[in-house]
C-alpha cells in the first residue's frame, strides 16, 4: 500500500501554510512615501522629531497612511505621488537643513505579516526603478593628495634628525626638499630613503642649492590608486545606508570607476547630495587665551577657528592641525575603563603616534580638541585636558552619549571620508512605471508558461498530470517564499530564472510518471507500479538536479551582479523541485490511491 505516516503529511501541511505566508506579501505591493534622515550621522531620530513631521503634515492639510520610526529615519507613507511631491517640499522648508527628505517606496503589506517578518522580496533597478550613477575616481588628487601627505611627513623626520633644509615644494606628484649643502641633502637622502622604501629619489645640484626631489614608485603608485578605489567604495556603502536603500548595488567597473544602483531611490538630487558627503577627523589645540563672552558673540581670535561643542556651546581652536583622520588605521567602539562610558578606541599609524606623542608631551595641562567635520561643519566631539605624554598610538575618545554613538563615529572614522574626489560621468533614472511593466510582463510570461505546461501534463498523464502541475504550483510558492525568507533582490534575471525552474522542474514529474506507465505495461499492479515508479525514478531525478546545482553554483560563485541573481533563482529552484516534485506530488497520490486496497487502475 502507497501510504505515508501521519508526520509527513503534517511536514508538508505545514511548509504550505508557511510558504503562503511568506510569499503573500509579495502581492501587496509598495506605495509612495517620504524618508526623513538626519544630515549628521551622530544625530539621531526621536518621537519628538516625529511629533513635528506629523503636525507639520497636518498644518498643510496633507493625509498620511502612517508615520513611523524606521532605523535612524522616519518613513510617511502616501496615497499617492502628488501627495509625496507635497509632503516632501511642506517637511524639507519645515525641518531646514538639518534634516534629508527623500523621495522612497515602502511595503504596503499589512502589519500582522510584518511582525512574523513576512517581508516581501527586494525588486532591483530594472523592476522597482530608481537611480543608476556611474562615478570615476580622480586619481591624479589620489596621487596628489599622497604627496601631500609625504610633504609633511618629511618635514618631521627631518625636525625630529635635526636635518637643515631650506623649504618643501611640491609639484603634482612630486616632492621636492631645497638644501644649503651637498652634506644636508645627503643626509637627508639617507633618513628618508630608508623610511621611505615605496618612494624613489632624485637628486640635483644647481647654482642656487641641492635638491633632493621624490615620487611614488609605480608599484606604490598602483597601491594608492586602488586603495582610493576600495576606500571610496566602502565609503559609498556607509553613505548609501543613510537612504534606507534595499540591497544597494555599489561595485567596482574597471580600474578606476564604481556603479551606484540605488532601488526605489526616486529623488535623484538627495541621492547625489549623501554620496557625495564625508566626514574627517581633526586634533586641534583649545586656544586657552581666548576671551569666553567674544567666543559666544562668533569673534574669532587671530589664528583660531569657533567650533560648536558637544554641549551646545562654543569653543576656540587653533587653526593648525595636529592630526588627521589618515592618520587613523583602525576605530572601534567600547567603554571607558574607569567610568564605564561609551568611547571610541583609535589606533594611529607610526607617524601619527609619534606625532601625537610629541604633542601631548609638549601640552600637559592644556586642552585638546577632537573636531569631527562632515559636509564642511565641524563639531568638537570632546576637548579633555592633556594628563600626561600619552604614547604607543591608541587614543580613547570619550563624551560619546551612548554606544550607539559610538559605534557610529568608529564607523565614520574608519571610512567616513573620500580618499579622492570622485565625478559623475553617466546618470540614470529608471522610473516606478517602467518598473511597474517589466514585472507585469515578467509575471505574466511565467503565468503563461505554467499554464501550457499545466494544460499539456493534464491532457497526457490525466489526473497524475493534473497532481504534477500543482505540485509544480506549490514548488512556485515554496521559491517565492524562501526568495521572500532570504530578502534576495529580484531583477529580470532573476525572472527569468524562476520561468525556467518551472520549467525544468516538470521533469521529474515526466520521469516519475513515465516510469510508472512502464511498469504498468510490464504487468506490474497500480499500487507496485506507483511504488516502482518513484522510488527508481528518484536517483536519475537526484543525478539531473545535481548536475544542474553544480553550474548554478559556478555561476554564483564565478558571476557577478544579475549573473549571481540568476544563480541564486535557479540553485533554490532546484532544491524547492526536488521536494515538490517528488514529495508533495506523492503525497497527492497516496492520499488519492493509496488507500485503495484492490485498485484495478489508475488515470496516468
Not at 567666543?295 to 583660531?304: E, L
Not at 572601534?332 to 589606533?347: K, L, M, R, W, Y
Request: charged letters at 20%; glycine letters at 8%.
Amino acid at each position: 500500500m502507497n501510504r505515508f505516516p501521519l508526520w509527513k503529511y503534517v511536514l508538508i501541511g505545514i511548509t504550505l501554510v508557511i510558504a503562503f505566508l511568506y510569499t503573500l506579501p509579495n502581492f501587496f505591493g509598495e506605495v509612495p512615501a517620504v524618508q526623513i534622515s538626519p544630515v549628521r550621522t551622530t544625530e539621531k531620530v526621536d518621537t519628538a522629531l516625529l511629533s513635528q513631521v506629523e503636525s507639520s503634515l497636518k498644518a498643510a492639510n496633507l493625509g498620511y497612511q502612517g508615520v513611523e520610526l524606521a532605523g535612524n529615519s522616519i518613513k510617511v507613507r502616501l496615497a499617492s505621488t502628488d501627495q509625496q511631491i507635497k509632503a516632501k517640499d511642506v517637511l524639507q522648508n519645515s525641518l531646514g537643513e538639518r534634516y534629508t527628505v527623500a523621495l522612497n517606496l515602502v511595503s504596503a503589506s499589512p502589519a500582522w505579516l510584518s511582525s512574523i517578518h513576512a517581508l516581501p522580496m527586494y525588486l532591483g533597478l530594472d523592476l522597482r526603478g530608481g537611480v543608476h550613477f556611474l562615478l570615476e575616481v580622480d586619481m591624479k588628487a589620489a596621487l596628489e593628495k599622497a604627496a601631500i601627505r609625504y610633504q609633511n611627513d618629511f618635514r618631521t623626520e627631518l625636525r625630529g634628525d635635526k636635518i637643515r633644509y631650506g623649504r618643501i615644494s611640491r609639484e603634482g606628484n612630486a616632492v621636492t626638499v631645497h638644501f644649503a649643502t651637498r652634506d644636508q641633502r645627503d643626509a637627508a637622502l639617507n633618513k628618508l630613503g630608508t623610511t621611505f622604501t615605496d618612494l624613489a629619489f632624485t637628486t640635483d645640484d644647481q647654482a642656487e642649492g641641492f635638491t633632493l626631489t621624490a615620487r611614488l614608485k609605480p608599484q606604490a603608485e598602483t597601491q594608492v590608486q586602488e586603495f582610493a578605489l576600495q576606500q571610496n567604495i566602502t565609503t559609498l556603502r556607509n553613505r548609501v545606508n543613510e537612504l534606507g536603500v534595499a540591497e544597494p548595488v555599489i561595485q567596482q567597473q574597471g580600474a578606476s570607476r564604481v556603479v551606484v544602483q540605488l532601488p526605489g531611490v526616486q529623488d535623484t538630487a538627495k541621492a547625489k547630495d549623501i554620496l557625495g558627503r564625508t566626514a574627517t577627523l581633526e586634533i586641534r589645540m583649545v586656544d586657552e587665551q581666548a576671551d569666553p563672552t567674544a567666543i559666544q558673540q562668533g569673534q574669532a581670535p587671530f589664528g583660531d577657528d569657533i567650533v560648536s561643542s558637544r554641549d551646545g556651546g562654543k569653543i576656540a581652536v587653533k587653526k593648525d592641525v595636529v592630526l588627521t583622520g589618515d592618520s587613523i588605521t583602525d576605530a572601534s567602539p567600547g567603554f571607558e575603563s574607569t567610568s564605564g562610558q561609551a568611547a571610541v578606541h583609535i589606533n594611529l599609524d607610526g607617524k601619527g603616534a609619534r606625532i601625537f606623542k610629541d604633542v601631548t608631551r609638549e601640552n600637559v595641562g592644556k586642552r585638546m580638541a577632537i573636531l569631527l567635520i562632515e559636509k564642511g561643519v565641524a563639531e568638537a566631539i570632546t576637548s579633555p585636558v592633556i594628563r600626561e605624554e600619552i604614547g604607543g598610538g591608541r587614543v580613547q575618545i570619550t563624551g560619546m552619549e551612548s554606544a550607539q554613538e559610538a559605534s557610529d563615529v568608529a564607523l565614520l572614522l574608519r571610512a567616513g571620508a573620500l580618499a579622492a574626489p570622485m565625478q559623475i560621468v553617466e546618470e540614470r533614472t529608471v522610473g516606478p512605471s517602467m518598473g511597474a511593466e517589466n514585472i507585469s510582463k515578467g509575471f505574466h510570461s511565467n503565468l503563461w508558461g505554467f499554464l501550457a505546461v499545466t494544460v499539456f501534463m493534464v491532457l497526457y498523464y490525466r489526473i497524475f498530470g493534473l497532481f504534477s502541475s500543482i505540485a509544480l504550483a506549490v514548488n512556485g510558492f515554496f521559491l517565492v517564499a524562501l526568495l521572500s525568507m532570504l530578502q534576495a533582490t529580484l531583477t529580470l534575471p532573476g525572472l527569468a530564472g524562476i520561468a525556467l525552474t518551472l520549467g525544468m522542474a516538470i521533469d521529474a514529474n515526466v520521469l516519475i510518471n513515465e516510469r510508472i506507465r512502464e511498469e504498468l505495461r510490464n504487468g506490474a499492479t497500480p499500487q507496485a507500479a506507483i511504488h516502482a515508479g518513484y522510488d527508481r525514478a528518484w536517483g536519475t531525478i537526484l543525478d539531473s538536479n545535481l548536475t544542474t546545482l553544480i553550474a548554478g553554483v559556478a555561476l554564483f560563485w564565478l558571476g557577478s551582479g544579475p549573473v549571481r541573481g540568476f544563480a541564486v533563482v535557479l540553485c533554490l529552484g532546484i532544491l524547492t523541485s526536488m521536494f515538490s516534485a517528488v514529495t508533495v506530488s506523492r503525497a497527492m497520490v497516496n492520499l488519492t490511491y493509496g488507500r485503495q486496497a484492490r485498485l484495478a487502475k489508475v488515470s496516468i
